[in-house]
């Protein structure tokens, strides 16, 4: 203002010199009125200024009877300039006790008054000056001017003492876990008792040269379960070494050449042993269904995963698709209307099995629905063939008659994925109380809960395969029509590329079953043919693909294709020497979907999950929701960095 002042003043002087004096004289009479004006302006300011003063140590004084117990400042909320501080805030920050001169963020940097503004009285995080520890709270004040202006008043808690008791308490809860051997009776397989104890020697010796860094407790409860219950301050430590014996037990190696592998459940937030000891144990559950091989944190929310990027073990033992067979006839018997479900867009897999199961409900004198969208599936030839027998006429339903149709007897069966989201009509899974699931994906963290009776085997080739165990211990090959057994078969063979990948002994003795029972593998063989165009239009996807990492093979389209024709392209990438992993991605409205196969290190279920996808370590998928290709496609590499640097 001094300088404002300074120029008018120089304009009169020049007017004056000039000659001009009633222009001079009218310019000196504008310029001591304007400063007329500042003079009483400034003034009420002032007068303002000591109102809020006043006000806010009359707030002070009324609390605590004089001098505020508490470090307190007064600050406006709208640009964060201090006020007032009292001398126990002017102690604790350094603060000079110069008014309007200095603003909050020079004396407390980063800290923010938007919780104040919003109307909250303590602010979310704590506050750190030295070595202590403070909790802030606040107070409104709106000043009495035409602005509207906002004043707060803040006070700085000490909790310094009790911070450090809760932290102590939190680091020093409890994590109980519990250690798993997945394939311990593999191993011991046909060894002498003197071999099995030092088997079990290296086994505990291994699993204690872990535990012993992390000052807990290791017990061993059965021949491959261990207890071990340690302090949460020492799980951080766990996750960062990526718990390190996950690596170390495959060193271990059987007489067969067979290398150990364990599991590891943990349990942690919860309200006591018990409930630790629960959250431990749905962690093994959910680690031997993702294939073993890992670690699995649940809290009182969610799983967290770590490990599993090796492949599933094959087993040979078939005790408990034998136990879910029976499992299921019984409660076959005692329903009322039965329903099979698979996924969206239902391919031969999904179809496969779930004609499978059409065929044990009537062996047991029930008539099944297969829920499946008769224009939306991958398995249209197959889906005409099997309605044109007449035992399969009115079969296949859609999800809404399906609703109608349902009652408090009712059951439905889940085939082919174990997610919520996925399968072809969520009303019905919500509305049926009584639920199964045959599923052979790795098991995602909102999997479908509860059910009454689960075969969920990564091991398994595809869900036919195990739909076919249950019907070898059930039905007898008289009661199996020919078209199912192609339907089974086709399944089997979609999900194993006519037996190049994911097969194991149990794969084979399925399908020479189904081959006996009058399945033509030439049928199925033109169940999966493409006619010439779609053929053009694969080769197409495989021409646009590029490498990366020298193994993967990436192609990235702009425009929409078929799932079919992106899983088929993905396949056919996989022919090409060197590649052991392939992506294919496109849109589909405000999606974009990829396709993943692999025959090599890379585990694409790993990858895909973390884009939310799922699947096995050799086929798996993904459906990322608003957003474009690009964007897709930079997460896709983000996530397949992460993989191979992890």
């Known amino acids: 203002?001094?300088?404002?002042?300074?120029?008018?003043?120089?304009?009169?002087?020049?007017?004056?010199?000039?000659?001009?004096?009633?222009?001079?004289?009218?310019?000196?009479?504008?310029?001591?009125?304007?400063?007329?004006?500042?003079?009483?302006?400034?003034?009420?300011?002032?007068?303002?200024?000591?109102?809020?003063?006043?006000?806010?140590?009359?707030?002070?004084?009324?609390?605590?009877?004089?001098?505020?117990?508490?470090?307190?400042?007064?600050?406006?909320?709208?640009?964060?300039?201090?006020?007032?501080?009292?001398?126990?805030?002017s102690t604790l920050t350094g603060y000079a006790d110069s008014p309007m001169d200095q603003d909050l963020d020079e004396v407390l940097p980063g800290f923010s008054t938007d919780w104040l503004v919003a109307g909250k009285a303590e602010c979310p995080q704590d506050v750190t000056m030295g070595s202590r520890r403070y909790r802030v709270y606040g107070t409104l004040i709106r000043a009495e001017d035409n602005k509207g202006t906002m004043l707060g008043v803040l006070y700085f808690s000490d909790l310094t003492e009790l911070y450090q008791v809760r932290d102590e308490y939190i680091r020093s809860r409890p994590v109980v876990a519990i250690i798993l051997i997945d394939n311990y009776e593999e191993m011991i397989k046909n060894l002498t008792e003197s071999a099995v104890s030092t088997l079990n020697a290296r086994l505990g010796d291994t699993i204690s040269e872990w535990t012993d860094q992390y000052r807990g407790l290791l017990r061993k409860l059965e021949r491959n379960r261990y207890l071990f219950i340690f302090e949460k301050r020492d799980l951080q430590r766990a996750v960062e070494d990526k718990f390190s014996v996950l690596e170390s037990i495959h060193?271990?190696?059987?007489?067969?050449?067979?290398?150990?592998?364990?599991?590891?459940?943990?349990?942690?937030?919860?309200?006591?042993?018990?409930?630790?000891?629960?959250?431990?144990?749905?962690?093994?559950?959910?680690?031997?269904?993702r294939g073993g091989d890992q670690a699995v944190i649940k809290d009182r929310f969610n799983f967290s995963f770590y490990g599993g990027r090796n492949r599933e073990a094959?087993?040979?033992?078939?005790?408990?698709?034998?136990?879910?067979?029976?499992?299921?006839?019984?409660?076959?018997?005692?329903?009322?209307?039965?329903?099979?479900?698979?996924?969206?867009?239902?391919?031969?897999?999904?179809?496969?099995?779930?004609?499978?199961?059409?065929?044990?409900?009537?062996?047991?004198?029930?008539?099944?629905?297969?829920?499946?969208?008769?224009?939306?599936?991958?398995?249209?030839?197959l889906i005409e063939e099997v309605r044109a027998v007449p035992q399969y006429r009115d079969v296949f339903i859609s999800g809404q008659d399906a609703l109608l149709m349902a009652d408090n007897r009712s059951i439905l069966i889940v085939v082919d994925t174990n997610r919520p989201d996925q399968v072809e009509c969520q009303p019905l899974l919500e509305s049926i109380s009584k639920v199964c699931v045959v599923d052979h994906h790795r098991r995602a963290a909102d999997y479908i809960s509860p059910v009454v009776v689960s075969l969920h085997e990564t091991y398994a080739s595809s869900a036919a395969e195990l739909v076919t165990e249950i019907l070898l211990y059930t039905v007898e090959k008289k009661d199996v029509l020919p078209i199912e057994a192609k339907c089974l078969l086709a399944g089997i063979c979609l999900d194993t590329k006519f037996f190049n990948v994911r097969t194991g002994e149990r794969t084979f003795e399925a399908a020479a079953a189904l081959r006996r029972m009058g399945a033509d593998t030439t049928e199925v063989k033109r169940l999966l043919q493409n006619d010439f165009q779609d053929t053009m239009a694969k080769y197409?996807?495989?021409?646009?693909?590029?490498?990366?990492?020298?193994?993967?093979?990436?192609?990235?389209?702009?425009?929409?294709?078929?799932?079919?024709?992106?899983?088929?392209?993905?396949d056919e990438l996989l022919n090409i020497s060197g590649i052991t992993a392939s992506f294919v991605l496109y849109p589909d409205g405000d999606q974009v979907i990829i396709s993943a196969r692999s025959i090599g290190s890379a585990n694409v279920q790993v990858i895909l999950e973390a884009l939310g996808g799922g699947g096995n370590?050799?086929?798996?998928?993904?459906?990322?929701?608003?957003?474009?290709?690009?964007?897709?496609?930079?997460?896709?590499?983000?996530?397949?960095?992460?993989?191979?640097?992890?």
Request: hydrophobic share 45%; proline share 1%.
């Open 1 to 89: 203002m001094g300088t404002y002042f300074f120029v008018m003043a120089a304009f009169c002087l020049a007017a004056l010199l000039d000659g001009r004096y009633w222009l001079a004289a009218g310019e000196t009479a504008v310029t001591l009125l304007v400063f007329m004006l500042y003079i009483m302006s400034r003034s009420r300011r002032n007068r303002q200024i000591q109102q809020y003063i006043q006000s806010a140590s009359n707030t002070l004084e009324a609390t605590s009877q004089g001098e505020s117990p508490l470090p307190a400042v007064l600050v406006r909320l709208g640009d964060g300039g201090i006020i007032w501080a009292n001398h126990r805030f």
């Open 314 to 381: 094959d087993y040979s033992s078939k005790v408990r698709s034998r136990v879910t067979a029976n499992s299921l006839m019984e409660l076959i018997g005692q329903s009322g209307n039965v329903f099979i479900m698979g996924h969206k867009n239902a391919d031969l897999d999904a179809v496969g099995a779930a004609v499978g199961l059409c065929c044990l409900c009537r062996f047991k004198g029930k008539k099944a629905n297969i829920v499946i969208d008769l224009e939306k599936n991958a398995a249209q030839k």
């Open 617 to 646: 370590a050799a086929t798996a998928g993904a459906q990322m929701r608003n957003t474009t290709v690009k964007d897709a496609l930079d997460k896709l590499v983000e996530s397949i960095d992460k993989f191979y640097e992890g």
């Open 251 to 289: 060193e271990i190696v059987s007489t067969t050449g067979l290398p150990a592998s364990i599991s590891i459940g943990l349990g942690v937030d919860g309200a006591d042993f018990g409930e630790n000891y629960n959250f431990a144990a749905l962690g093994i559950e959910m680690a031997l269904s």
């Open 540 to 570: 197409q996807i495989i021409k646009s693909s590029r490498l990366y990492r020298q193994e993967i093979a990436i192609s990235a389209l702009n425009t929409t294709t078929t799932r079919v024709l992106a899983a088929q392209a993905a």
